[in-house]
């Protein structure tokens, strides 16, 4: 405003409307102003400040989550009709935030981020698997990854079921040497194959160490999963993602005839 005329010790208020420009990221931003004399360049006042927060516009820059934890009964990973939501079952998101489902299973996370303007930004959330139900585990993706983009809503499903357990006891008398499977072990990796195929089912291969080093277990256990797996892709039964849990027991004492059983270590 030029023709301001001021005298000493005198105090203006100066009122601005501004208008955030596009370009302008959130944040707080301080504003300042003071007078100046263009006839001695100089400056005549002391610079009054004013501070001034740009917050985040819900509509046009924030991106909404929504998403359901949903059974999963057919264990496909797809949200199917007449699959019911699962009521309960926390969510977490890589800032710490938790959310519940409601009591059909649907979740939201308002503004859930502020993605890069640019080119958006990842945003991860896990499904809390000690929040579901007994006996319920995961069918889908865990924890997962979407992309978000400026003003838009995603959405993130979680599937979960029972799933059918067989546990599969292992031990050095399936093994004819340091790593090879006996001819008996390999012929009965097919009836476990046609075992899992009735039902889609998680696999747990229990191996009951009696000495072995440690290396050497994980190597048969390895052996006998990819052996399986072979089996498993050529049967044209892969109906299902097949999940293959491990456990091993480490013998603690000897098992010697008229002795106590022997006491075993869970790995």
């Known amino acids: 405003w030029p023709g301001v005329t001021f005298t000493p010790n005198q105090t203006r208020t100066i009122t601005l409307m501004l ?21 001695i360049n100089q400056r005549l006042s002391n610079i009054a400040t004013a501070k001034v927060l740009v917050t985040p516009d ?28 699962i009521a309960g079952v926390k969510l977490v998101t ?78 050095p008398a399936a093994f004819s040497n340091t790593t090879a499977l006996t001819p008996d072990s390999l012929k009965k990796l097919d009836d476990l ?17 009696e000495g072995e080093s440690p290396s050497t277990v ?8 990819k052996q399986l797996r072979r089996r498993w892709k050529q049967c044209d039964c892969d109906n299902y993602e097949l999940i293959i849990e491990r456990e091993i027991l480490w013998s603690t004492s000897a098992n010697e005839v008229g002795k106590q059983p022997r006491r075993l270590r869970r790995d």
């Not at 994980?218 to 999963?225: A, I, M, V």
Request: glycine share 10%; with cysteine.
């Open 19 to 39: 208008i955030v420009g596009a370009g302008v990221e959130e944040g707080e931003y301080v504003n300042q102003t003071w007078a100046y004399s263009f006839a």
């Open 58 to 85: 819900p509509l046009f820059q924030c991106s909404d989550l929504i998403g359901k934890v949903y059974d999963d009964r057919n264990i496909n990973g797809y949200p199917d009709k007449g699959e019911p939501g």
């Open 94 to 171: 890589a800032r710490g935030l938790i959310t519940k489902t409601d009591q059909y299973g649907r979740y939201h996370i308002a503004c859930a981020a502020l993605p890069n303007r640019l080119h958006g930004s990842n945003f991860i959330l896990k499904l809390d698997e000690r929040s579901l139900p007994s006996g319920f585990r995961t069918t889908t993706e865990n924890p997962r990854v979407v992309r978000l983009t400026e003003g838009k809503m995603e959405k993130i499903n979680f599937g979960a079921t029972i799933h059918r357990v067989i546990r599969l006891d292992l031990g």
């Open 193 to 209: 194959v046609n075992i899992l195929n009735q039902k889609s089912s998680i696999l747990r291969l229990a191996y009951i160490a």
């Open 218 to 225: 994980n190597t048969r256990l390895d052996t006998f999963e």
